[in-house]
Protein backbone atom coordinates (compact mmCIF):
# COMPACT_ATOMS: atom_id res chain seq x y z
CA UNK A 1 0.00 0.00 0.00
CA UNK A 2 1.56 3.71 -1.08
CA UNK A 3 1.19 6.11 1.83
CA UNK A 4 2.55 9.28 1.52
CA UNK A 5 3.34 11.51 4.86
CA UNK A 6 4.03 14.94 5.03
CA UNK A 7 5.58 17.23 7.68
CA UNK A 8 7.88 20.39 8.57
CA UNK A 9 4.72 22.78 8.37
CA UNK A 10 4.87 25.35 11.11
CA UNK A 11 4.13 29.30 11.28
CA UNK A 12 6.98 31.41 10.65
CA UNK A 13 7.47 35.39 9.77
CA UNK A 14 7.53 36.41 6.30
CA UNK A 15 10.78 36.51 4.94
CA UNK A 16 11.73 32.95 6.98
CA UNK A 17 12.26 29.55 5.05
CA UNK A 18 11.15 26.29 5.86
CA UNK A 19 11.46 22.84 4.49
CA UNK A 20 8.74 20.16 3.88
CA UNK A 21 9.49 16.73 4.01
CA UNK A 22 7.26 13.63 2.58
CA UNK A 23 8.47 10.36 2.86
CA UNK A 24 6.85 7.74 0.64
CA UNK A 25 6.42 4.13 1.96
CA UNK A 26 5.21 1.18 -0.88
CA UNK A 27 6.66 3.38 -3.99
CA UNK A 28 9.70 4.09 -4.82
CA UNK A 29 9.39 7.67 -5.46
CA UNK A 30 12.35 8.03 -8.66
CA UNK A 31 10.27 5.88 -10.67
CA UNK A 32 7.49 8.18 -11.40
CA UNK A 33 6.68 12.25 -11.25
CA UNK A 34 5.72 13.68 -7.47
CA UNK A 35 4.65 16.92 -6.30
CA UNK A 36 3.81 19.68 -3.80
CA UNK A 37 0.41 21.14 -3.95
CA UNK A 38 -1.00 23.89 -1.49
CA UNK A 39 -4.84 24.82 -0.69
CA UNK A 40 -5.11 27.89 1.38
CA UNK A 41 -8.05 28.51 3.27
CA UNK A 42 -11.07 29.48 0.92
CA UNK A 43 -9.12 28.52 -2.24
CA UNK A 44 -9.03 25.78 -4.93
CA UNK A 45 -5.84 23.49 -4.37
CA UNK A 46 -3.30 24.99 -6.42
CA UNK A 47 -0.21 22.96 -7.76
CA UNK A 48 3.27 24.42 -6.61
CA UNK A 49 6.22 22.36 -7.77
CA UNK A 50 6.70 18.66 -9.86
CA UNK A 51 9.93 16.54 -10.09
CA UNK A 52 9.60 13.50 -12.52
CA UNK A 53 11.52 10.55 -13.17
CA UNK A 54 14.66 12.34 -14.91
CA UNK A 55 15.07 14.84 -12.13
CA UNK A 56 13.32 17.18 -14.03
CA UNK A 57 11.58 20.49 -12.23
CA UNK A 58 8.87 22.24 -12.85
CA UNK A 59 7.44 25.33 -10.98
CA UNK A 60 4.88 27.54 -10.69
CA UNK A 61 4.99 31.19 -11.64
CA UNK A 62 3.97 31.92 -8.04
CA UNK A 63 6.88 30.28 -6.06
CA UNK A 64 9.14 30.19 -8.92
CA UNK A 65 12.85 31.24 -7.65
CA UNK A 66 11.17 30.80 -3.82
CA UNK A 67 10.60 27.40 -3.63
CA UNK A 68 12.89 24.26 -4.90
CA UNK A 69 11.60 20.81 -5.14
CA UNK A 70 14.10 17.95 -4.51
CA UNK A 71 14.34 14.09 -3.36
CA UNK A 72 16.61 12.20 -1.71
CA UNK A 73 16.09 8.29 -3.19
CA UNK A 74 17.86 6.65 -0.59
CA UNK A 75 15.31 7.98 1.93
CA UNK A 76 12.16 7.54 -0.28
CA UNK A 77 11.74 11.44 0.29
CA UNK A 78 10.76 14.20 -1.13
CA UNK A 79 11.46 17.79 -0.29
CA UNK A 80 10.25 21.26 -0.59
CA UNK A 81 12.43 23.86 0.47
CA UNK A 82 10.83 27.32 0.60
CA UNK A 83 12.35 30.27 1.28
CA UNK A 84 11.48 34.11 1.51
CA UNK A 85 7.96 32.99 2.70
CA UNK A 86 5.17 35.38 1.93
CA UNK A 87 1.95 35.63 4.02
CA UNK A 88 0.38 34.13 1.06
CA UNK A 89 2.09 31.25 1.02
CA UNK A 90 -0.15 30.63 4.07
CA UNK A 91 -1.79 27.19 3.21
CA UNK A 92 -1.84 23.71 4.10
CA UNK A 93 0.62 21.50 1.86
CA UNK A 94 0.16 18.18 0.16
CA UNK A 95 2.87 15.59 -1.38
CA UNK A 96 1.19 13.65 -4.51
CA UNK A 97 2.02 11.38 -6.79
CA UNK A 98 1.20 11.84 -10.40
CA UNK A 99 -1.40 9.30 -11.18
CA UNK A 100 -1.59 9.77 -14.45
CA UNK A 101 2.07 10.31 -15.28
CA UNK A 102 2.44 10.00 -19.20
CA UNK A 103 -0.94 10.28 -20.38
CA UNK A 104 -2.87 13.74 -21.48
CA UNK A 105 -4.32 14.64 -17.92
CA UNK A 106 -0.78 15.04 -16.07
CA UNK A 107 0.12 17.42 -14.48
CA UNK A 108 3.87 16.66 -14.21
CA UNK A 109 5.15 19.31 -15.90
CA UNK A 110 2.80 21.98 -15.51
CA UNK A 111 1.70 21.78 -12.05
CA UNK A 112 0.67 25.53 -11.44
CA UNK A 113 -2.62 26.27 -12.21
CA UNK A 114 -3.52 22.04 -12.09
CA UNK A 115 -5.57 20.97 -9.06
CA UNK A 116 -4.39 17.19 -9.08
CA UNK A 117 -6.30 14.03 -10.66
CA UNK A 118 -8.16 11.60 -9.03
CA UNK A 119 -5.54 9.40 -9.65
CA UNK A 120 -3.46 10.99 -7.86
CA UNK A 121 -2.10 9.43 -4.45
CA UNK A 122 -1.91 12.30 -2.01
CA UNK A 123 -0.66 12.64 1.91
CA UNK A 124 -2.78 14.13 4.83
CA UNK A 125 -0.82 17.48 4.34
CA UNK A 126 1.03 19.99 6.12
CA UNK A 127 -0.18 23.57 7.66
CA UNK A 128 2.52 26.66 6.50
CA UNK A 129 1.26 29.48 8.33
CA UNK A 130 3.19 32.73 7.08
CA UNK A 131 2.62 36.02 9.08
CA UNK A 132 4.04 39.56 8.34
Known amino acids: QVRLEESGGGSVLAGRSLRLSCVVSGYTLSYWCMGWFRRAPGKEREGVAS???????TYAESIKGRFTISRDNAKNTLYLEMSNLKPEDTATYYCAIDGMYGSAGSWCYAPGGHYGNDRDTWGPGTMVTVSS
Open 51 to 57: LDNNGFT
